[in-house]
């Protein structure tokens, strides 16, 4: 035994081959053991010579290619024949992996070996079940469709499309379709990017390998396929797609894809495919209310096994509405802030903390028309004349606070602001959003007035 052992990650690399390969396929060829390793190089053992010409002539390529993806190295595999007698091999095994001594390839053991603990499914993620999902209004239609899918796979709901704008969990819930056929069934699940598909695709074209794509393809019981709108304008990606899912969808196989919109507003999209992925099943997933977003913020600090004081999960679903994956990343900023200072998060330290993600432009569609309404009602002005020409203090001082906010919260430059507020230059904008910096550092009560106006901003959407 020498220095390397890629036994574990070997392992591994079987655990995601078996997703891949038939049953059938993988049963008879992979009568592999693992024998030892060397330096980037992975010896297994076959039992005669023809089979190891057969696995080298039609796995050797795919088994190094998955080695690639899981270590992200070249490792090279070699078969060796020997005739078995199954029980001294793994003893050999065994002794072998507990005299192991540690090495630079312990690392890499250790990766291999957390690998092997995380995934049940190679492509699923393990926290993506259904236990983890927080039903409320906006979910439960697409909820109960997918749980009644994952227990009828093929019979149900076929096609089944989930859509919902970033962040609602469409990759979950189908992950958790995929978790709950692949544990209760043992169905084959494959779950892919539509963008990886694609590429996949391509390469099977360069490498004359199309073939082997559709069958793999094509012997799912569970394809599932995410985020179809990267498939606009790869036309040749979508005919193949289009003959994939008639395949799966004659032999009562079930196909689910999600999209970040309703299908009949994606463009450059074949009319064939367009009405495969309408037929069967449509849900949308929409954003969760506030009662929602604070159980799903509960169900989120469970799975971590940590405890925030109520106020500050208030503050956080008041604050972030319409994307559940910053809703999560908020509560991971706190964690991670109590992890390195030890300091407890009271409602000041959330405040201080979360400010920036409150203020991103990307978790509500705020318009800079939305904050010119908003302002102009809570200073009792006219909307025309926040957005007008006029030069009073009455009016400019609110408008500078618009132009702030504006430059605070969207993504509009200087220039673009000017447009809106009565078509002024962009040095106009800066000098305002100055004035009010300045202002900020003179009076702090400011601040609360527009931290107010943030919020009136964020409640106008929903
Ligand atoms: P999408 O695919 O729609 O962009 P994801 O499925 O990736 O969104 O979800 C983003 C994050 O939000 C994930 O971590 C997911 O677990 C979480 N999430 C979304 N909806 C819920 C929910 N209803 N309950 C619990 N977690 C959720
Ligand atoms: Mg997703």
Redesign the pocket.
């Known amino acids: 035994m020498g220095k390397w052992d890629y036994s574990i990650f070997w392992q591994e690399a079987l655990n995601q081959l078996k997703t891949e390969l038939t049953e059938q396929e993988f049963a008879m060829w992979f009568n592999m053991e693992y024998e030892n390793s060397q330096e980037s190089t992975v010896i297994v053992s076959v039992p005669s010579a023809f089979y190891r010409d057969q696995v080298i002539q039609r796995y050797q390529n795919l088994i190094e290619s998955v080695f690639y993806e899981l270590s992200g190295q070249k490792i090279t595999v070699e078969f060796e024949v020997k005739a078995r007698n199954k029980d001294l091999v793994s003893s050999e095994l065994k002794e072998n992996q507990e005299s192991r001594k540690t090495t630079k390839s312990e690392l890499f053991l250790k990766k291999g070996a957390e690998a092997v603990k995380r995934t049940e499914h190679a492509q699923l993620r393990k926290?993506?079940v259904f236990d983890?999902?927080?039903?409320?209004e906006n979910?439960s239609f697409a909820a109960n469709a997918a749980i009644a899918i994952a227990k009828n796979p093929g019979l149900a709901y076929n096609p089944c499309l989930i859509y919902?704008?970033?962040?609602?969990?469409?990759?979950?819930?189908m992950q958790a379709i995929g978790n709950l056929a692949w544990k209760e069934r043992g169905n084959k699940i494959i779950y892919i990017t539509a963008e990886n598909f694609t590429n996949e695709f391509v390469n099977a074209i360069r490498t004359q390998t199309t073939q082997k794509f559709k069958n793999k393809y094509r012997t799912a019981d569970v394809l599932l396929i995410?985020d179809i709108h990267f498939l606009q304008k790869k036309n040749e990606t979508q005919e193949e797609l289009f003959h994939t899912f008639n395949a799966l969808y004659d032999a009562n196989k079930q196909i689910i894809f999600?999209c970040d919109r309703p299908v009949s507003e994606l463009k450059n999209l074949s009319e064939r495919l367009r009405s495969r992925f309408e037929r069967g099943l449509n849900v949308d997933?929409l954003p969760?209310s506030y009662e929602?977003r604070c159980a799903?913020l509960a169900?989120?600090m469970e799975q971590r096994g940590v405890n925030i004081p109520k106020e500050v999960i208030d503050l956080i679903a008041k604050n972030i509405s319409s994307n559940?994956?910053d809703?999560?990343s908020s509560l991971t900023k706190l964690i991670a802030y109590f992890e390195l200072t030890k300091k407890p998060v009271t409602l000041e330290v959330a405040q201080q903390q979360l400010r920036d993600s409150f203020g991103s432009p990307r978790q509500n569609n705020v318009t800079v028309d939305i904050i010119q309404k908003v302002v102009a009602e809570y200073f009792s002005l006219s909307y025309s004349d926040l957005r007008g020409k006029k030069r009073t203090k009455a009016i400019s001082f609110p408008r500078q606070i618009a132009m702030y906010i504006a430059r605070e919260i969207t993504e509009y430059s200087t220039t673009e602001l000017g447009i809106e507020f009565g078509g002024r230059d962009h040095s106009t904008v800066m000098h305002g959003c100055q004035k009010i910096e300045e202002r900020l550092k003179a009076e702090p009560s400011l601040e609360t007035t527009i931290q107010k106006l943030n919020q009136l901003i964020k409640d106008y959407n929903s």
């Open positions: 926290d993506y983890n999902f927080v039903i409320g979910n919902g704008g970033v962040g609602l969990g469409k990759t979950h819930l995410d999600t997933l969760p929602t799903i169900k989120k559940v994956r809703l999560e």
